[in-house]
């Protein structure tokens, strides 16, 4: 080990944080799992919506868009790789169609310099999204204008649309098909509430759906038809 490195190591017993990091810890665990909780014990019918909206669209040959800001950027990737790589190796399935209008750097800077950058998720989803596609917006304070915009647009050319937010659910809520409000108002509980919500919503849905060759369709009519 560097001697730097290992010095650091070797005297951090001595290091001291804020008095009361113990008591910070534990607090910010107890208080995301109260956020959670709320979540559980209030409407989960919104949830469930999206997910059937999500299991639909992609049934139907369609695909998720998914955009958002800073934490929700890396949130609308992270939910985008779990349907195309995989959520849990317990259940592997074929690639589900979903893409983070995030993650295209040259894209991003020439749109915003061009048009500006209250545009950048809207010109992508003008390009890529298709009517029955999923548009999917993350915004902790439901008031991002390029989230709105793209959402906004969405709507207006036959795309199903769903927003995660916070509690309070801003403009994003109210333009929105199908609004995921967390119950809080802090933004990092609302994040981790988020990305929670992602891996539910994965779950969901592939596991409504069967997989063949030609593309999935959804279990119940897959199941529905086997009976007849």
């Excluded at 993350?138 to 709105?148: A, C, F, P, Q, W």
């Excluded at 990305?195 to 069967?210: F, P, R």
Aim: proline share 3%; with cysteine; charged share 20%.
């Amino acid at each position: 080990m560097d001697y730097e490195l290992r010095s650091v190591w070797e005297n951090s017993a001595q290091m001291s944080l804020t008095p009361d990091a113990a008591e910070r810890l534990r607090r910010h665990i107890e208080t995301s799992i109260e956020t959670k909780r709320k979540l559980l014990v209030g409407d989960v019918d919104p949830i469930l919506n999206a997910a059937r909206v999500m299991a639909g669209s992609l049934a139907s040959g369609h695909k998720l868009l998914l955009c958002g800001n800073g934490g929700s950027a890396a949130d609308a990737q992270h939910i985008a790789a779990e349907f195309v790589s995989v959520l849990s190796q317990g259940f592997l399935r074929p690639g589900l169609g979903a893409i983070a209008l995030t993650t295209d750097s040259s894209l991003l800077t020439a749109s915003a310099n061009d048009f500006g950058f209250a545009g950048i998720f809207e010109r992508q989803v003008q390009a890529l999204g298709r009517p029955g596609d999923v548009v999917i917006g993350i915004s902790t304070s439901g008031n991002s204008e390029n989230v709105l915009r793209a959402i906004s647009y969405a709507r207006a050319h036959q795309m199903c649309t769903i927003a995660l937010t916070g509690a309070d659910g801003g403009k994003l809520a109210q333009a929105a098909q199908t609004a995921l409000r967390i119950p809080s108002t802090v933004t990092q509980f609302i994040q981790e509430s988020h990305i929670m919500l992602g891996h539910i919503l994965c779950d969901l849905v592939e596991q409504s759906l069967v997989y063949h060759d030609d593309g999935p369709q959804l279990k119940h009519a897959h199941e529905g038809n086997r009976d007849a």
